[in-house]
């Protein structure tokens, strides 16, 4: 089966900051909150409108409605309660609203009802590093848990602290404690060499960097910036260029890099990444956003960040993240607005105009959308990103012709193809099949592969349009084959060489292959139905009868419900072929 879609990814919304969840220790009473029980322990019988504002905040929270929930928290602590859990459940959802300033109000009232709530810690470890109180910081930093995420953002905190109070080497060994956990060797890569070049130590900076290039950290653009910075204070500006250019040729899109090569030609100082121990825990906390963000933990990396900008306001890289984590949370005002505050003359400028075009287009306002796409594309006649988010919004609204014609636009602003503009014939081809434009389609698609050979999702779209046209079908076979070589729980793939099987008369091995592909896919209406046709020619009849009613179930489109339909009724019509 052929697939073409954006996935937008949605969690349940929980900031999860260590201990967190243990702000309030059972009382004996389904951990319902002391105020609603009397003397004796027992629940009251008359529960008073806190209680009911105590509830309605947890489910707001539960919907994701941060600032709801935190207005009824509000209300419940307003009416006199100093209860653990009701002010646990304030400082949660000041958190998830990213409310810092509320939150580090509410912090010393959680801690003095539950001295081991890591979040209320967490947060005045913050603001006592706003505020350059580093010593402050280190003792409440001391006090959270070492477990969640924790174990990632402590000791990156602290090696800050210890640097201002102690200096480089006290620093590095609190970076060790990553050491215990796997995936985090570029995060410590990178940071000790933020640290070396901090502390003033040029040669061990010059060292740390070195490490840090020729490590997994080296692909990161933030580590190759600022060793472009340090390397401009160090006087060896004529190295800078190669570094910048090797990055360029690797990831032609980076804003920043790119930037800083226009600064670096123009003969302007490059400005360090972090310049002291508070902007280097800014850096440290978007960094450990980052990592978390990739885990889906789209609520804590939110909070990150805004911690982050609590210490340094001005990141607008930051905003682009915490924009980015709107957008999977599916708060399109949220991240319309965010991008909106990116400055225009930022590196990240353009991208944050191009997004929030994208976010007025999900919020409903497809016309300023493409206004403001058509402005950036004409401001900047080689900017091909405005063009290609341009046709993404006609292919989100099933306008394909228009979508092919604004794919086309994007080409024909490429100098030189390379490989990585594999992408923009293969969305132009499904916008061409998908307007029956075959030819069209056929040879974009063919183009795809050509510069991305092998391309599971292209080899599957082609290949089973063939099948589909009954064109190529030998072909079209060994693509498929490759493609689930490659991606075997692709359960769209595997339809596709199971429906390949079937139109060539294979129906036990159609069998085998559609049954997999349930079982990969198995809420997806067209493998279902494919599936039940498989069954029918085997003779498989009321196995057949079931999966087509299943389909019917899973919410086909409005084209296939008759023909499904008609099939449940009487079977399949024409002869089954010959098996070969």
């Known amino acids: 089966m052929k697939k073409y879609k954006t996935v937008v990814s949605g969690v349940i919304l929980t900031v999860l900051l260590g201990a967190c969840a243990a702000n309030g220790a059972s009382n004996g009473q389904g951990n319902l909150p002391d105020i609603f029980q ?14 009911g504002e105590y509830l309605a905040g947890r489910e707001a929270l539960r919907e994701q409605e941060a600032s709801v929930a935190l207005d009824y928290f509000e209300d419940a602590l307003e009416k006199g309660s100093t209860d653990a859990v009701l002010v646990g459940m304030a400082l949660q959802a000041a958190l998830a609203k990213g409310d810092i300033d509320r939150a580090v109000a509410l912090a010393p009232q959680a801690l003095a009802g539950n001295e081991e709530n890591s979040a209320a810690s967490l947060v005045l470890a913050i603001d006592a590093l706003a505020r350059d109180d580093f010593t402050v910081a280190g003792d409440y930093l001391a006090q959270t848990g070492d477990n969640g995420f924790n174990v990632l953002l402590k000791p990156l905190l602290m090696s800050w602290v210890r640097l201002a109070l102690e200096g480089a080497d006290a620093a590095f060994d609190e970076l060790d404690a990553l050491d215990r956990y796997n995936g ?3 995060l410590k890569e990178y940071q000790s060499a933020l640290l070396a070049d901090v502390s003033g130590n040029t040669v061990l900076a010059d060292q740390k960097y070195s490490e840090a290039l020729a490590g997994p950290s080296g692909r990161t653009a933030r580590l190759v910036q600022s060793y472009g910075a340090f390397l401009d204070r160090t006087g060896r500006r004529d190295m800078i260029g190669p570094l910048f250019d090797a990055y360029l040729d690797q990831s032609p899109m980076s804003p920043i890099i790119q930037a800083e090569h226009d600064k670096l030609a123009a003969g302007q100082p490059l400005d360090p990444v972090v310049t002291d121990a508070r902007s280097g825990a800014a850096e440290a906390l978007y ?5 978390i963000g990739q885990e889906r933990a789209i609520g804590v990396a939110a909070t990150y960040i805004h911690f982050a900008l609590r210490l340094e306001p001005g990141l607008p890289m930051a905003r682009m993240l915490l924009a980015e984590t709107a957008e999977d949370r599916g708060n399109w005002q949220e991240a319309f607005d965010l991008y909106s505050s990116v400055h ?5 400028g353009r991208n944050a105009e191009i997004r929030a075009a994208w976010a007025a287009y999900k919020l409903g306002r497809e016309e300023e959308a493409r206004a403001r796409l058509e402005a950036v594309a004409a401001a900047d006649p080689d900017n091909i990103e405005a063009l290609v988010v341009l046709a993404d919004v006609s292919r989100d609204s099933k306008a394909w012709a228009q979508a092919a014609d604004e794919y086309g636009r994007a080409i024909d602003r490429i100098d030189v193809l390379e490989p990585r503009h594999w992408s923009l014939f293969y969305a132009r081809g499904v916008a061409y099949e998908q307007s029956r434009q075959w030819p069209l389609a056929e040879k974009d698609l063919i183009r795809s592969l050509e510069l991305r050979p092998d391309h599971p999702q292209v080899l599957n779209y082609l290949a089973y349009s063939w099948v589909d046209r009954n064109e190529n079908l030998d072909r079209a076979r060994e693509m498929l084959i490759k493609a689930v070589s490659l991606r075997p729980r692709d359960g769209y793939i595997v339809d596709s060489l199971g429906w390949l099987y079937y139109r060539l008369g294979e129906y036990d091995n159609a069998v085998i292959q559609l049954e997999k592909a349930v079982s990969l896919e198995a809420a997806d209406p067209t493998i279902t139905d494919h599936l039940a046709d498989a069954y029918w020619r085997v003779g498989r009849r009321e196995e057949a009868r079931y999966q087509w009613q299943r389909a019917l179930w899973l919410e086909p489109t409005a084209d296939q419900i008759p023909v499904i339909e008609d099939k449940l009724k009487h079977g399949l019509r024409d002869a089954p072929k010959a098996e070969k």
């Open 38 to 51: 009397d003397a004796g322990g027992k629940v009251d019988v008359l529960p008073s409108s806190t209680f």
């Open 184 to 186: 985090f060797e570029a």
């Open 287 to 291: 960094s450990a956003a980052s990592i």
């Open 344 to 348: 225009p003359e930022s590196p990240y």
